[in-house]
């Protein structure tokens, strides 16, 4: 079993900050890239930030210089910094894993439960 475990959500006044955690446990034998993907009420899920195990970082255009993805290898952690937070970036905020399990050769997705974000206005 695979649990991605957010933290961090909450309510913030546009122009703020807050910082979003994901732990992955379980039978992990390879990570290949974590990310955040964010949905609002009525609007489909929607890549927010992803960081691959080479560091690579892929953020999309609406957060671009606002958040900054980061991640921890050794405790299998990923961050997202977010800052100067609008109220469009109100939505709850899914973590997300493309993950290896030991025993399994095949890489699959994974999903936290997610964390909502409030930004008020």
């Known amino acids: 079993q695979v649990q991605l475990v957010e933290s961090g959500g909450g309510l913030v006044q546009a122009g703020g900050s807050l910082r979003l955690s994901c732990a992955a446990s379980g039978s992990i034998f390879s990570i290949n890239r974590m990310g955040w993907y964010r949905q609002a009420p009525g609007k489909e899920r929607e890549l927010v930030a992803s960081?691959?195990?080479?560091?690579?970082?892929n953020y999309a255009d609406s957060v671009k210089g606002r958040f900054t993805i980061s991640r921890d290898s050794a405790k299998d952690t990923v961050f997202l910094q977010m800052g100067s937070l609008k109220p469009e970036d109100t939505a709850v905020y899914y973590c997300?894993?493309?993950?290896?399990?030991?025993?399994?050769?095949?890489?699959?997705?994974?999903w936290g439960q997610g964390t909502q974000v409030t930004v008020s206005s």
């Open positions: 997300h894993a493309f993950l290896a399990r030991f025993g399994f050769s095949a890489y699959n997705n994974y």
């Open positions: 960081i691959t195990s080479g560091g690579s970082t």
